[in-house]
T-cell receptor, first 113, second 114 residues
Framework: GAVVSQHPSWVICKSGTSVKIECRSLDFQATTMFWYRQFPKQSLMLMAT?????????EQGVEKDKFLINHASLTLSTLTVTSAHPEDSSFYICSANRQYEQYFGPGTRLTVT | AQSVTQPDIHITVSEGASLELRCNYSYGATPYLFWYVQSPGQGLQLLLKYFSGDTLVQGIKGFEAEFKRSQSSFNLRKPSVHWSDAAEYFC????????????FGGGTRVLVKP
């Protein structure tokens, strides 16, 4: 149990366009989900905490207007990278919280050309 | 604010040898402590966790970790490494009051020699 999926697993988009990444908890409900960004050979950096039915809480330095997070249901959170630029290329990972454990999705690799 | 330090960026170990990965944390109270493993291009898999109680924690894949409050450490060990253990390992601190928001260490990359 406690499976988290992400879609898509890999996406290429052109500079200036927007891309949406979905994070789903498949077999449990999660009032809290988290979004991380990981650069090559580096650790995970928390971008924001997504709470079902309320606004996301962004970490310092993360542009909330650029990285739009929506947590519309107890099993789905979405991250939309708006007006993407090459510097937004990264590996994005989500996690869903259940009983003080976080269960991670497999990640989404975003490449902006 | 809490922080996590993994002093070793890379560790190379021979297959069959023992492995120890170091993790030190900074936090005002006893945090929740986790070890995760990440294979290339993949998400994170939980190896083990410490919330309270017995300070020696057993995890999956033959890993164990020991919480030492006096040293603010949570080191990960495995008695005999397999080639499939080659991966990136992350130590993390979770803060209950913040909805278990995690702070990760920088990671340790483990290479296994045949």
């Amino acid at each position: 149990g406690a499976v988290v999926s992400q879609h898509p697993s890999w996406v290429i988009c052109k500079s200036g366009t927007s891309v949406k990444i979905e994070c789903r908890s498949l077999d449990f409900q999660a009032t809290t989900m988290f979004w991380y960004r990981q650069f090559p050979k580096q650790s995970l950096m928390l971008m924001a905490t997504s709470n079902e039915g309320s606004k996301a809480t962004y970490e310092q330095g993360v542009e909330k207007d650029k990285f739009l997070i929506n947590h519309a249901s107890l099993t789905l959170s979405t991250l939309t990278v708006t007006s993407a630029h090459p510097e937004d290329s990264s590996f994005y990972i989500c996690s869903a919280n259940r009983q003080y454990e976080q269960y991670f999705g497999p990640g989404t690799r975003l490449t902006v050309t | 604010a809490q922080s996590v330090t993994q002093p070793d960026i890379h560790i190379t170990v021979s297959e069959g040898a023992s492995l120890e990965l170091r993790c030190n944390y900074s936090y005002g109270a006893t945090p929740y402590l986790f070890w995760y493993v990440q294979s290339p291009g993949q998400g994170l898999q939980l190896l083990l966790k410490y919330f309270s109680g017995d300070t020696l924690v057993q995890g999956i894949k033959g890993f164990e970790a020991e919480f030492k409050r006096s040293q603010s450490s949570f080191n990960l060990r495995k008695p005999s490494v397999h080639w499939s253990d080659a991966a990136e390992y992350f130590c993390a601190v979770g803060i209950k009051a913040a909805g278990n928001k995690l702070t990760f260490g920088g990671g340790t990359r483990v290479l296994v020699k045949p």
